[in-house]
């Protein structure tokens, strides 16, 4: 099964999930102690996102795992805004856009999902939902003392953009994740002071970075080809 999860990709995908795989793992070695629970949710991490970048819905399957196993990393240092943004929205969006992405397939024969244009109303849709989410968790966070407050707010406004844009089926969700990549990032840092074994979510939210990018141009090349295909059908 897991032979013709991985048979149609393409060796640029097998060297970026080869590599991403090497990176997590290599700075995982970096620290004192191997921590078992931040190396396996890593790995679950970057398998998601190359999933996720060829519009398999098995990536979302992937990402209810992810969240749960990160969610168990973050609770350790009290990082309460990731633990809120991946139990009370990622983890039950990605469980949403299971049942989306089966619902709305390409056409293609490629077991892809069908991408939505980002339209205008989608966007103001976009702006209004997350302005509401992230002015109310906002007091929440500062209610439960969350270290970093004004980055972990901004951690909340970009997962939850990115999220919505995912549930959506719009390519620019691979944007907002981006940006969440470089938020977390620069937590995950922070965190790293302290303890060198959180230096696996660096590197891991590092290779996001670069998947999330390669994804974004993915998606924009397959919407491109089924917007022709739907010409021709028409």
């Given at each position: 099964?897991?032979?013709?999860?991985?048979?149609?990709?393409?060796?640029?995908?097998?060297?970026?999930?080869?590599?991403?795989?090497?990176?997590?793992?290599?700075?995982?070695?970096?620290?004192?102690?191997?921590?078992?629970?931040?190396?396996?949710?890593?790995?679950?991490?970057?398998?998601?996102?190359?999933?996720?970048?060829?519009?398999?819905?098995?990536?979302?399957?992937?990402?209810?795992?992810?969240?749960?196993?990160?969610?168990?990393?973050?609770?350790?240092?009290?990082?309460?805004?990731?633990?809120?943004?991946?139990?009370?929205?990622?983890?039950?969006?990605?469980?949403?856009?299971?049942?989306?992405?089966?619902?709305?397939?390409?056409?293609?024969?490629?077991?892809?999902?069908?991408?939505?244009?980002?339209?205008?109303?989608?966007?103001?849709?976009?702006?209004?939902?997350?302005?509401?989410?992230t002015i109310g968790?906002?007091?929440?966070?500062?209610?439960?003392?969350?270290?970093?407050?004004?980055?972990?707010?901004?951690?909340?406004?970009?997962?939850?953009?990115?999220?919505?844009?995912?549930?959506?089926?719009?390519?620019?969700?691979?944007?907002?994740?981006?940006?969440?990549?470089?938020?977390?990032?620069?937590?995950?840092?922070?965190?790293?002071v302290n303890n060198?074994?959180?230096?696996?979510?660096?590197?891991?939210?590092?290779?996001?970075?670069?998947?999330?990018?390669?994804?974004?141009?993915?998606?924009?090349?397959?919407?491109?080809?089924?917007?022709?295909?739907?010409?021709?059908?028409?």
């Amino acid at each position: 099964m897991l032979k013709n999860l991985f048979k149609d990709f393409e060796i640029k995908e097998w060297v970026l999930y080869l590599v991403s795989l090497i990176v997590v793992v290599g700075a995982n070695l970096l620290s004192d102690e191997i921590d078992v629970v931040n190396v396996i949710a890593s790995i679950f991490g970057v398998t998601m996102l190359i999933f996720i970048a060829k519009g398999k819905v098995f990536g979302q399957v992937l990402a209810v795992i992810f969240g749960l196993l990160y969610s168990v990393s973050a609770l350790r240092i009290s990082y309460y805004s990731e633990i809120i943004t991946y139990l009370g929205m990622s983890v039950p969006i990605a469980v949403f856009s299971i049942i989306t992405w089966l619902k709305n397939p390409s056409g293609n024969n490629d077991g892809a999902v069908k991408i939505r244009k980002f339209t205008v109303k989608e966007f103001l849709l976009l702006m209004v939902f997350a302005l509401v989410v992230t002015i109310g968790f906002y007091f929440i966070l500062k209610v439960l003392n969350t270290p970093n407050l004004v980055v972990a707010t901004i951690s909340i406004a970009t997962s939850f953009s990115a999220s919505y844009l995912m549930l959506r089926r719009i390519s620019y969700y691979a944007i907002a994740y981006s940006l969440n990549d470089i938020v977390l990032i620069v937590l995950w840092i922070i965190a790293s002071v302290n303890n060198l074994e959180n230096l696996t979510f660096v590197a891991c939210f590092f290779m996001f970075l670069f998947n999330d990018l390669y994804a974004f141009v993915r998606w924009k090349l397959r919407e491109s080809e089924q917007t022709k295909t739907k010409i021709k059908r028409a």
